[in-house]
């Protein structure tokens, strides 16, 4: 069975830092790419970041760009956020998944981590 | 950024009722679009990929279609279980981008 499990989340006083953990069981991880996507409490998702199978391409969203740094480590199946400089508005569950462009994988982002939430407050 | 614009943002329907939720990409996304349910305290589900494929294990009451950038998602006989938010998301080019979301809710 496929799974992801995040960890990581807990609160945080604005400009701290924190970084989340996907353990990934299952499948191949290492031949996959890889996103985080979050909601802020009552909001939409909102997709934050992903990489390539070999930890060498990433993306971000604007909002998080030159603060947040994914990264994986491939023979320890698993997936990483690291969040610096952290505001009040990046206060949300924040969830791994599988996936990305649909011109490598057409599934998309088949398949969630179950979510762990990060509150940005003082 | 391709923003994705879905309708309606919330929807009242019986049992059994056929529902239909529209999605319009502000530019042409091939057949990169991609459908899930949310339920209240859950993480997201992928039901749908490439626009009218169901992910393994979804019922077949669930299909979507279109191309380039008109999408739509239906529900054919809509059940207990089936109230939920669900929302488009494109992953034809990053930032990958969702919709704001639909509400199924109760009549």
């Known amino acids: 069975e496929v799974q992801l499990l995040e960890s990581g989340g807990g609160l945080v006083q604005p400009g701290g830092s924190l970084r989340l953990s996907c353990a990934t069981s299952?499948?191949?991880?290492?031949?996959?790419?890889m996103s985080w996507v979050r909601q802020a409490p009552g909001k939409g998702l909102e997709w934050v970041s992903r990489?390539?199978?070999?930890?060498?391409?990433?993306d971000y969203a604007d909002s998080v760009k030159g603060r947040f740094t994914i990264s994986r480590d491939n023979p320890k199946n698993t997936l990483y956020l690291q969040m610096n400089s952290l505001r009040a508005e990046d206060t949300a569950v924040y969830y791994c998944?599988?996936?990305?462009?649909?011109?490598?994988?057409?599934?998309?982002?088949?398949?969630w981590g179950q979510g762990t939430t990060v509150t940005v407050s003082s | 950024d391709i923003q994705m614009t879905q309708s309606p943002s919330s929807l009242s329907a019986s049992v059994g009722d056929r529902v239909t939720i529209t999605c319009r990409a502000s530019?042409?996304?091939?057949?990169?679009l991609a459908w899930f349910q949310q339920k209240p305290g859950k993480a997201p589900k992928s039901l749908i990929y490439?626009?009218?494929s169901l992910q393994s294990g979804v019922p077949s009451k669930f299909s979507g279609s279109g191309s380039g950038t008109d999408f739509t998602f239906t529900i054919s006989s809509l059940q207990p279980e089936d109230f939920a938010t669900y929302y488009c998301?494109?992953?034809?080019?990053?930032?990958?981008?969702f919709g704001g979301g639909t509400k199924v809710e109760i009549k």
């Open positions: 998944a599988r996936g990305g462009l649909g011109q490598y994988n057409k599934y998309g982002l088949d398949v």
């Open positions: 990489i390539n199978t070999n930890g060498g391409n990433t």
């Open positions: 299952g499948f191949t991880f290492s031949s996959y790419a």
């Open positions: 530019q042409g996304i091939s057949n990169y």
């Open positions: 490439a626009a009218s």
């Open positions: 998301q494109q992953y034809n080019s990053y930032p990958l981008t």
